[in-house]
């Protein structure tokens, strides 16, 4: 039973990637979007190679890991796979399971081609070789965050990804503002920094600090561990509130002027 | 099984059986909760606490996995993957029933085959007309070859070559053995395919009987049609609008709607006997299963009117 359920995590992280990718929303704030914020950033400021580098991965690993997971169940609502998906031998938590699994490695996969691209020409970026473990596992939690994320927005039962994609939107900017990207948490005064901690973001740029420059302020077991409670977090609100709002994806006609009149008195 | 949406009741307490081997179809108008009895049949929806869907036997909450893949689903509108090809969507399938691969290959000829898609199998779903693409669901529905057919308004706005192709494939799947359940609008649809009918209103089962059942148990069982040769007098008029149930339509032409047929033909030829008068045309209609719907929504106590499509 138990592989059975890993076969079908398996398939439906396969079709996932396969399919949306290549989706317009994707590519625009997956790619895109990070790559011009990225080019606003550098160009005419004074910023080290470290910085650069930091705030690089950070936001590619931030923006690729929350690109493809709130697209996903608007699109299949409105196409109807995902009653397709319901109706076969898949379970709920699997087809979640599935959406999260492809966003991440979506996420880990991108971010270590730039990661490594740039680390290529600058081979004394990283402090030692054990940063490269601590370099991968920030990206690798980045990546199961942020897809947690964007699965957790789109718990709000509609079929318009543009709906979502505002949304999501409105809460990755302030997350990536507070998240240690442009401004290190150790330069913070204390009163401004505990914002920070509101930011999963937060974290992994701390991870990262520790690997490239050591100007982080927490250590890297602190972090891991915020960033595994954050991820149990998401999770559980994943859980719920997919839960609740689920039919709600298929009650189209509940809410329609006909079946208004046959309210219950 | 009983659904309810906030304040709303989708489906109210509603209790059926169905046969190994039987056609049964349900009707009813738009909102009427057919499409919810489905989705709760199939797992897309939670059963509430109360309610129960049994297959042979076993609890559809208990062992969902082992019993949704007695099922094969055909929805109205196509579910398949628009970005994949037919093979694509077709291995899809397979795998997440479970099928090996060697099985995949083999069930996907033979069904590319019967159902005439084998020129199509590289052709992405999106590109495919209404009618390939309700076979291409009909090949995902039968790829594991289940034993229970769903079908949900299967033929709704297909062409009539694609609407043909369809229901032999049903009738054909019925031969077989296989269990199937059908939502339709269309009457004659279920007159000519189903065993059994329910009919659904505003979540609550109205009528459960074989087609024929339901028009005889039906008391306007048939209508006569006869034009006059002649305009009648008031007079005569008057004595046929005594008779019978008489409604006059343009021309000269009449119509009775008739509980005894045989007996208002016979007084019919009395009266015209009597009055020398000729009729140049006749004809005796049974009753529809559609009028028969018809009847049967509108005197559903709570309905308002504008649910019939």
Not at chain 1, 148 to 177: A, H, R
Not at chain 1, 187 to 213: G, N
Not at chain 2, 139 to 155: F, G, N, R, Y
Not at chain 2, 163 to 190: C, D, S, Y
Request: with cysteine; proline share 4%; aromatic share 10%.
């Amino acid at each position: 039973m138990r592989s059975e359920s890993l076969r079908n995590i398996w398939m439906l992280s396969k079709k996932n990637m396969t399919l949306y990718v290549k989706r317009g929303p994707v590519l625009i704030f997956g790619l895109m979007f990070p790559f011009f914020l990225v080019i606003s950033w550098i160009l005419g400021r004074t910023i080290t190679i470290h910085q650069i580098f930091i705030g690089i991965v950070a936001m590619t690993s931030f923006f690729t890991s929350t690109a493809i997971s709130p697209v996903i169940l608007p699109i299949e609502t409105r196409e109807k796979s995902l009653e397709r998906l319901l109706s076969a031998p898949v379970s709920f938590n699997e087809i979640l399971l599935g959406i999260i699994i492809a966003s991440t490695l979506y996420s880990i996969i991108i971010t270590s081609i730039i990661s490594i691209i740039f680390i290529l020409p600058f081979p004394t970026l990283i402090a030692s070789p054990f940063s490269y473990i601590i370099i991968f596992i920030g990206i690798s939690l980045m990546g199961v965050l942020g897809s947690l994320l964007g699965l957790l927005v789109s718990s709000k039962p509609t079929d318009m990804t543009s709906d979502i994609m505002v949304l999501m939107n409105l809460i990755k900017f302030p997350l990536l503002f507070i998240g240690g990207v442009f401004i290190p948490l150790s330069s913070l005064p204390s009163s401004i920094a505990i914002l920070y901690f509101f930011s999963p973001l937060t974290f992994v740029t701390e991870m990262l600090r520790s690997s490239v420059d050591q100007t982080n302020l927490l250590s890297n077991e602190v972090s891991i561990l915020f960033l595994i409670g954050w991820i149990a977090l998401f999770l559980t609100l994943n859980y719920v509130l997919h839960r609740k709002t689920m039919p709600k994806r298929f009650s189209e006609a509940a809410s329609g002027p006909k079946m208004k009149k046959m309210r219950k008195k | 099984m009983t659904k309810n949406f906030e304040d709303l009741i989708a489906v109210n307490h509603i209790s059926f059986r169905i046969e190994e081997g039987e056609i049964l179809g349900i009707l009813g108008p738009n909102g009427a909760g057919k499409t919810t009895t489905i989705r709760l049949l199939t797992g897309v929806f939670e059963l509430e606490e109360k309610s129960r869907v049994k297959i042979y036997s076993e609890d559809l909450t208990k062992s969902p996995k082992k019993l949704k893949k007695l099922f094969g689903i055909v929805p109205e509108i196509s579910n398949a993957y628009s970005d994949y090809t037919v093979l694509q969507n077709l291995n899809f399938s397979g795998t997440i029933y479970g099928l090996s691969k060697t099985k995949i290959k083999e069930r996907v000829n033979t069904l590319l085959e019967r159902f005439e898609l084998g020129d199509k199998r590289y052709a992405k779903t999106k590109t495919l007309s209404k009618g390939l693409k309700q076979r291409l669901n009909l090949c995902m529905a039968l790829l594991h070859q289940p034993s229970i057919l769903i079908l949900d308004e299967p033929t709704s706005g297909l062409d009539p070559f694609s609407v043909t192709i369809v229901r032999n494939q049903i009738l054909e799947l019925k031969n077989e053995g296989k269990t199937i359940l059908i939502t339709t609008h269309n009457m004659q649809e279920a007159q000519q395919i189903c065993d059994r009918i329910l009919i659904m209103n505003r979540g609550n089962i109205i009528a459960d009987e074989t087609p024929d059942n339901l028009r005889k148990n039906f008391k306007q069982t048939s209508t006569l049609v006869f034009k006059m040769q002649d305009t009648l007098s008031y007079e005569q008029k008057e004595k046929l609008n005594s008779m019978f149930n008489l409604k006059e339509e343009n021309n000269n032409l009449f119509r009775v709607i008739s509980e005894n047929p045989l007996e208002d033909i016979s007084y019919l030829y009395d009266f015209l006997k009597k009055n020398k008068i000729q009729i140049t045309d006749f004809k005796l209609l049974e009753t529809s299963l559609e009028e028969v719907f018809i009847h049967l929504i509108k005197n559903d106590s709570k309905f308002t009117g504008d649910d019939i499509r």
